[in-house]
């Protein structure tokens, strides 16, 4: 009788612990609007995983670059830096940044959390008026997804390259607090920069990747102020108290391109945007740090060189 106890004891000590293998992985499983349904191992510290979205309305790809004391240290939690991507990469946008730089190997000895989160190939980091909500997923359900499952801390910087750079200024402007500084290479800064022309800009963008631009922010005339309320360049003065950085080219071939490189009219022209929203951060005394390269266009070897340069500053900000 005792025996049988024992076995019974046994038996249902086994199922507790199958059942909590089963539901403990992934390791963030759910925070309500989001969940971890697969999780895959690329390298010692990269993960990548695949993230159902409520806000989204579909699975969406997230990468981790994990601290390098992640694993000593079990019950830390890390400063963590938000890496976004630019336009136009389909739904692999989450990749970019560790297929095209070395940012895996420029931070190997670096105890930050790294999160590059899908942003759709045109999704400007916004919840849109009729379609995909980024800025929920990304604040909202990947930021509870991280610190539950990930031990991201609540210390973050954020950076980007092209509409990425847009992101940044954008969610550290409309979310006070939530960044701790933001940084923009080659960055669409201005959306209404020089009118009709730079809402074109991103309509064409929009419509490029197979959306209704009319969906994102409505009309760029009848709905002015939600254009605005997402503009890095009209939000300027809710950015004082970080810092800003901000980097780009003139689109002219620079040191970085391969002989034979064309005059890049997209870099020039996000160029003239960079320094229009330098001049307001100025005027809205907000420290600002600009890099603005001259000789180069719109092209990874530049934004690679971009965040090496403006990583101290970022670290700081963490610490």
């Not at 909500?133 to 973050?156: C, I, P």
């Not at 960055?187 to 309509?203: R, S």
């Not at 391969?258 to 020039?268: A, I, K, L, N, W």
Request: proline letters at 6%; one cysteine or more; a positive charge.
């Amino acid at each position: 009788m005792r025996l049988r106890g024992l076995l019974l004891s046994l038996v249902l000590f086994l199922s507790v612990l199958v059942s909590g293998v089963l539901v403990s992985a992934p390791a963030a499983a759910s925070t309500g609007g989001a969940t971890v349904v697969r999780e895959q191992q690329l390298s010692e510290r990269l993960l990548e995983l695949t993230v159902r979205s409520k806000a989204v309305g579909r699975e969406v790809g997230v990468r981790l670059l994990l601290p390098k004391d992640y694993r000593r240290a079990p019950y830390r939690t890390w400063p963590t830096l938000y890496l976004l991507h630019g336009c136009c990469d389909g739904n692999n946008g989450h990749r970019s940044w560790t297929t095209m730089t070395d940012v895996e190997e420029f931070t190997a000895n670096t105890n930050v959390l790294i999160v590059m989160p899908e942003g759709g190939p045109a999704g400007f980091y916004s919840d849109w008026l009729t379609g995909p909500a980024w800025e929920t997923f990304h604040l909202k359900e990947l930021r509870r997804l991280v610190e539950r499952g990930y031990r991201s801390g609540h210390d973050r910087v954020a950076a980007g390259l092209s509409m990425g750079g847009f992101g940044a200024l954008s969610y550290a402007a409309r979310h006070p607090g939530f960044f701790k500084a933001a940084a923009s290479y080659s960055g669409l800064v201005h959306t209404t920069f020089q009118g009709k022309i730079g809402t074109d800009v991103v309509a064409g963008l929009v419509r490029q990747a197979g959306g209704d631009p009319l969906a994102l922010w409505g009309d760029p005339e009848a709905q002015a102020d939600v254009w605005a309320a997402h503009n890095p360049y009209d939000l300027a003065g809710r950015l004082r108290g970080i810092p800003v950085y901000l980097a780009t080219g003139n689109g002219e071939p620079g040191p970085l391109d391969p002989p034979g490189t064309g005059f890049d009219r997209s870099e020039q022209f996000l160029g003239m945007q960079s320094a229009a929203v330098a001049e307001r951060l100025r005027a809205k005394h907000v420290r600002v740090i600009t890099d603005f390269y001259g000789p180069g266009t719109h092209s990874w070897p530049y934004w690679q060189r971009a965040l090496h340069r403006s990583f101290p500053m970022l670290l700081a900000a963490l610490r």
